[in-house]
């Protein structure tokens, strides 16, 4: 397999300073490199950077450019940060690259680079990815032993579109050495006995992986090779758990819908969330195809795991599955679960983030519905809500959960801890930046701002403050301008948190679709695609941050 061939590079010539005396927060004491070692920042799944001791409101407007960083093939994952010596932004690619480059410098030759190769999927568009279809989630690196883990995908040919494998790759993360590698399989029996084996031709692993408890979680969506309706591939919602000292041995498997098909696992690029004991995902719809028009037709509760919210509790090898969904009656014919079930209006576009202090847990939807979960019980602690205005309900609707035009909730929510309450951060398509305030007493959410500006794509956002000084408290987004397709016109935006106002921006040639800024160390960090330009990653900073 060519993936993963380490390139010997050196730390080459920079025209950025690396003067390290020339970067200082407002203390005088040079800007901490925190490690950000997973998508949205941590196994919650905040997206919040709580150690960020020199970008505030105060100090964005003077934030420029200051390199470009070049990859193969187009960006789906977040970058990641490893603090060391030297410090490393670690970024993945769907050429199969991964490559690490060092802050202080900002070097464009990579400190060490593995890939790229030519046997993804071969040169031809397949829901919005260009080329080739290498690795399309974001790695996770272990903190304890600084293991990086990511899955990769190469066909037995730069011309085929089956024969293609997912692997997934052990790698030091400091050195780039590569460690391991196991191709990923997996079976299950439905309820009749029948074996059913994993097939990598018609699964995409979409969510970024999971590092938890010494395991390794990865999960899979539908991911046909070619542009095919999705109701027409027979795959299912995987997680596996891999355990991270023996990725040879057998993993523990959790499917959405053993005895269907559907209920992918996707979470617009979002990780599974964990917090030191269970695992949390959202599963989409399932694809049973009715033989009667009409929600109706549809079952009215779960056959599997389909449109819900899922807890897996891992033991003994095995692992159980505790599922939260909506079934409140809507309309004459069927109720909420139906209608998001016949509409593809699914659950897991969203990811979900644990909110710090509780039990709770947060997630959006595709038909811009709001769902707080009590983690332990996987009971709603409050009725859904839909608190996005800028696009007016259908006739005769009381919910987005038909047609195109709802309020998608792509992307994991931000949550930012306060001292007395949390706030979520949320930004859907066709609508503007929410802001739902989150009292833990009461365990409700309820809208506290909006920002004026809308986006047809919604944003991906990052949030960063300094410990507990709420005025240094920035919120990040990466916008797409006309449209949500990849490489379309973008924006790179700071956000006020309390107001929503828009407090800086600069412009991005190329999006990079669903990717949330990485922000550290006093600098941000944005993905770009053009078919001209191919991918790069932007990076700004200030001067009182060293720029």
Request: with cysteine.
């Amino acid at each position: 397999m060519a993936f993963l061939t380490l390139s010997a590079c050196s730390p080459g010539s920079s025209t950025v300073r690396s003067d390290a005396s020339t970067r200082f927060d407002s203390s005088g004491k040079p800007p901490a490199v925190v490690s950000v070692l997973t998508q949205h920042n941590d196994n919650a799944r905040t997206g919040a950077n709580t150690a960020e001791t020199c970008l505030s409101p105060s100090t964005v407007s003077s934030l420029t450019q200051r390199a470009q960083l070049h990859l193969d093939g187009q960006v789906y994952a977040q970058p990641l940060v490893l603090a060391g010596s030297p410090s490393l932004l670690i970024v993945a690619s769907t050429a199969n690259e991964i490559a690490a480059f060092d802050i202080g410098t900002l070097s464009t030759t990579p400190v060490w680079q593995l890939g790229p190769d030519t046997l993804g999927t071969p040169g031809n568009v397949i829901r919005g990815v260009v080329g080739p279809l290498g690795i399309l989630s974001t790695p996770a690196i272990d903190p304890a032993t600084q293991h990086l883990y990511a899955v990769a995908r190469s066909c037995a040919s730069a011309t085929t579109i089956d024969a293609c494998p997912w692997t997934l790759h052990v790698v030091d993360a400091p050195s780039g050495k590569h460690l391991d590698s196991v191709v990923i399989a997996a079976s299950f029996h439905d309820s009749k006995g029948g074996l059913h084996a994993f097939d990598p031709d018609v699964q995409w692993n979409r969510p970024g992986l999971l590092v938890q408890n010494g395991q390794v979680v990865v999960g899979f969506e539908v991911g046909q090779n070619a542009n095919q309706p999705e109701n027409t591939q027979p795959y299912h919602g995987w997680a596996m758990s891999y355990d991270a000292a023996n990725i040879h041995a057998a993993p523990a498997t959790f499917v959405t819908m053993p005895d269907g098909y559907g209920a992918g696992i996707w979470q617009g690029g979002g990780g599974p969330a964990g917090d030191g004991t269970a695992v949390y995902l959202n599963t989409a719809n399932s694809i049973t195809m009715p033989t009667l028009p009409g929600p109706s037709s549809f079952a009215a509760t779960p056959s599997g795991h389909e449109n819900s919210i899922v807890r897996l509790d891992y033991a003994d090898g095995g692992v159980s599955a505790t599922s939260y969904f909506d079934n409140r009656p809507y309309h004459s014919d069927g109720n909420v679960f139906q209608y998001t079930n016949y509409y593809d209006e699914e659950i897991s576009s969203s990811g979900l983030a644990l909110i710090p202090g509780s039990n709770d847990l947060v997630a959006g939807s595709k038909p811009g519905i709001m769902y707080l979960v009590d983690r332990t019980t996987m009971q709603q602690t409050q009725t859904p809500i839909s608190p996005f205005t800028a696009t007016a309900l259908p006739p005769g609707q009381t919910l987005f959960v038909s047609g195109s035009s709802s309020p998608a909730v792509v992307g994991t929510p931000v949550v930012w801890s306060r001292a007395t309450d949390s706030v979520v951060f949320v930004w859907p398509y066709s609508d503007h930046l929410t802001s739902l305030q989150y009292q833990p007493g009461a365990h409700t959410l309820g809208v506290l701002a909006q920002s004026a500006d809308a986006s047809s794509a919604g944003g991906m956002l990052s949030l960063s403050v300094n410990g507990t000084q709420a005025d240094s408290a920035v919120v990040w987004a990466n916008v797409a301008i006309h449209g949500g397709n990849v490489g379309v016109a973008a924006e790179i935006r700071a956000y006020d948190p309390t107001a929503l106002t828009v407090i800086w921006r600069a412009p991005l040639p190329g999006y990079a679709k669903w990717v949330c800024p990485t922000v550290s160390g006093g600098r941000v960090y944005v993905p770009t695609w053009t078919p001209a330009t191919g991918s790069e990653v932007y990076v700004f900073t200030t001067p009182s941050c060293g720029g």
